[in-house]
């Protein structure tokens, strides 16, 4: 079965992502455990949670994924925000166990001065600490970003050197087909290019580490380093670009995860779930 869904909203309690997700078609979804914006987690209590087990159980909706806050950055030299990171990350993957949920996707950060190398060890010591202290099935799964100015984790090289020095079986990594446009570490979605694509995250992080992907269109150009999400069919990569993508074994068993603007602004729709579904 092909999961198609979006990142929806939790407004209202955790529950009501399920009618969201059942409005615009979707039957995989990812959400906000707690404000985006803010640091705080106010972890859900057992009758919200116990109310989202059994809605979700009710709908054919699955995996969950939970997206972290973006002010998350466990590259940083700042050992504040570092600590900040790692503990929110912390209460995101209790609430990830809590609801069963697949895992948490997060961005790395900036290094700012910090070496390359040196970055990349605090990342791997950070994830670490992390999954020491929520023991379970839940994963943390890194997503790749646009490659702007000393962010962490654009090429899977980069991805690859923290799983490799993770080493676990809950650490995995989510693909988005915009940022990876935007860095350029993909310029075309050609059938021979999104093979050599997966040939290298393949080559770096391992098979069936990719655990999900992020389906979006893209307003900048390749090697833009500016990460604007588009409709899909409505920017850059075009949808040509994931009509060939559906073709490919190792990106149409995964599951696919909208983050667009929408056709009248309101975030993922009915409408891109059915262009995407139509390129299957
Ligand atoms: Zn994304």
């Known amino acids: 079965m092909i999961k198609i869904g979006a990142h929806v909203s939790v407004a209202g309690g955790l529950h009501k992502a399920i009618k969201n997700a059942e409005s615009i078609g979707a039957n995989t979804i990812q959400i906000f455990g707690s404000s985006p914006r803010q640091w705080r987690v106010k972890l859900p209590s057992k009758k919200e949670t116990d109310l989202f087990k059994e809605k979700i159980k009710e709908s054919n909706i699955g995996p969950i994924f939970l997206h972290a806050p973006y002010l998350v950055n466990i590259a940083t030299p700042d ?22 949920a697949e895992g948490v996707i997060f961005h790395i950060g900036t290094r700012k001065d910090l070496e390359i190398k040196d970055a990349l060890k605090k990342c791997s010591e950070a994830i670490k600490i992390i999954l020491e202290k929520v023991p379970g099935k839940t994963k943390l799964i890194i997503e790749n970003n646009a490659g702007e100015g000393t962010k962490v984790g654009t090429t899977p090289k980069e991805i690859g050197i923290i799983i490799k ?61 500016r990460d604007r999400h588009e409709n899909i069919g409505e920017g850059y990569i075009g949808l040509q670009g994931f009509k060939n993508l559906a073709k490919e074994n190792r990106a149409n068993k995964l599951p696919w995860i909208l983050e667009v603007p929408g056709f009248s602004g309101e975030g993922s729709d009915k409408e891109n779930i059915k262009i995407l579904k139509s390129c299957f």
């Open 79 to 100: 050992d504040i925000i570092r600590d900040k990171s790692i503990n929110n990350l912390i209460e995101q993957m209790k609430i990830a166990e809590l609801i069963e």
């Open 165 to 225: 020095q993770v080493n676990s079986s809950r650490v995995g990594v989510c693909i988005d087909t915009a940022h990876s446009f935007e860095s350029g570490i993909i310029d075309e979605y050609t059938p021979q290019k999104i093979k050599s694509f997966f040939d290298e995250w393949e080559k770096e992080i391992g098979k069936n580490k990719i655990i999900v992907l992020h389906i979006n269109d893209s307003k900048t150009l390749s090697g833009s380093c």
